[in-house]
């Protein structure tokens, strides 16, 4: 089975939630408003807006939060990275629409929102305020990020945690070159405990495969919340977001 065809599948069998760590995220550019024969074709983000939209109209709550860098491995300002950041932002637009699309048709556009279901975030570091200077120059992007005293953290992991009961670990991106399967030589590995599932328990799985994601969530965030437990409710996604844009903020 293809790695395509592992994350397709997973996503499909999803009842709760998805959590996905991954470098890049590109892909079912046939659903763009533009740019639809760009040949980034894979379903990964597609299958997980249709996912979505399919939860809304049945009434049943389903969260996806993806986590990517700030900006892709190179100068952020340079044509490679900028046309990189513009792939990514029409495959999030069409997602968007989509679960906007699926809150309309059911009449809850004024209730929710399409990020109470799907967010992207970013990682970063904060310096302490009293960090020395080591650049003399006072316009150098060295000195503005000591200023700001925020640093991204390259995210170059990539993986899937699907409702804390299965897992995808390897080396492929969400694009077409790994996605493809004809490219990059690309591996990775699928797990779950039969004894920690959904169907073999009446709450929620406590194995390893949530302990993973907890030990993430906390990595991240810097802390672990009640709410963490149950990663599809609206509480969890809108305290997450909430605690994302509060960073952002600062």
């Known amino acids: 089975m293809s790695i395509h065809t592992a994350y397709v599948n997973a996503i499909r ?13 590109i892909g079912s ?6 740019n639809k024969d760009i040949g980034a074709n894979n379903l990964v983000p597609i299958e997980i807006a249709l996912k979505i939209a399919t939860k ?16 892709p491995e190179g100068k952020p300002t340079g044509h490679i990275a900028q046309r990189i950041l513009y792939w990514q932002n029409k ?9 906007y699309r699926a809150l309309k048709e059911v009449g809850l556009d004024d209730v929710y929102e399409p990020q109470d279901y799907l967010v992207f975030f970013c990682l970063g570091n904060r ?10 120059t006072a316009d150098s992007p060295q000195e503005q990020a000591r200023k700001n ?5 390259y995210v170059h992991s ?8 299965y897992v995808i670990i390897g080396s492929a991106n969400i694009n077409q070159r790994s996605m493809e399967g004809t490219r990059d030589t690309e591996i990775a590995m699928g797990a779950y405990q039969p004894q920690y599932t959904w169907a073999n328990k009446i709450s929620a799985p406590r194995g390893q495969v949530y302990g993973y994601r907890m ?4 990595e991240h965030i810097g802390a672990i919340e009640e709410d963490f437990n149950r990663p599809e409710s609206i509480e969890c996604m809108r305290r997450v977001r909430h605690l994302g844009e509060h960073n952002w903020g600062q």
């Open 13 to 25: 069998a999803a009842q709760h939630f998805i959590y996905i760590e991954n470098q890049y995220f």
């Open 29 to 34: 550019s046939f659903d763009w408003d533009s």
């Open 56 to 71: 809304i109209k049945v009434n049943q709550r389903f969260s996806a939060y993806i986590v990517l860098p700030m900006w």
């Open 91 to 99: 495959t999030m637009q069409m997602m968007y629409e989509i679960i």
């Open 127 to 136: 310096e302490a305020s009293d960090s020395p200077s080591a650049s003399s």
């Open 149 to 153: 005293r925020r640093f991204m953290v």
């Open 158 to 165: 990539k993986g899937m945690i699907v409702d804390d009961e």
């Open 215 to 218: 030990s993430l969530w906390a």
